[in-house]
């Protein structure tokens, strides 16, 4: 008895769209979260490309910063600011779902929004942090 192909033809490009199954909000926020790691790694470039200014000199890492400084730059950074906490904040909210679950000494299993809360907890320690580095550091 010979086996039947799979019948089925899938749109390599719009199947998240066309299919009934697969049209559901949940994986339109993965496939939007999932697409953010494009301007991370934007900003990853941007990041280098800023390290190699530096070692390059003075004149060179004024000119990144020049560019870094005009409209263009700008519009740039806030763009990527903006990516980077949506990928955050529903990278935080799946946390919960992704790892073990917690227990209590007594047994009852920590809430998922208590993980969440000391997510942001540490998120926000690290960004006073880092702006009290960077205000104190730099004149």
Request: aromatic letters at 16%; glycine letters at 8%; a positive charge.
């Amino acid at each position: 008895m010979a086996r039947r192909p799979y019948p089925q033809e899938v749109d390599r490009f719009k199947w998240w769209i066309a299919d009934p199954h697969f049209n559901r909000p949940y994986y339109l926020d993965y496939i939007a979260r999932e697409s953010t790691c494009i301007f991370i790694a934007l900003y990853t470039i941007l990041f280098v490309w800023g390290l190699g200014a530096l070692a390059s000199g003075p004149e060179a890492f004024a000119g990144f910063m020049g560019a870094m400084q005009s409209g263009w730059g700008l519009a740039l950074q806030l763009v990527i600011l903006a990516f980077a906490l949506y990928h955050t904040v529903t990278w935080f909210m799946l946390a919960p779902q992704g790892m073990k679950p917690l227990r209590m000494k007594n047994g009852k299993r920590v809430p998922a929004t208590r993980v969440m809360q000391v997510l942001y907890g540490a998120f926000a320690a690290a960004t006073v942090v880092t702006l009290l580095l960077v205000w104190v550091l730099l004149p």
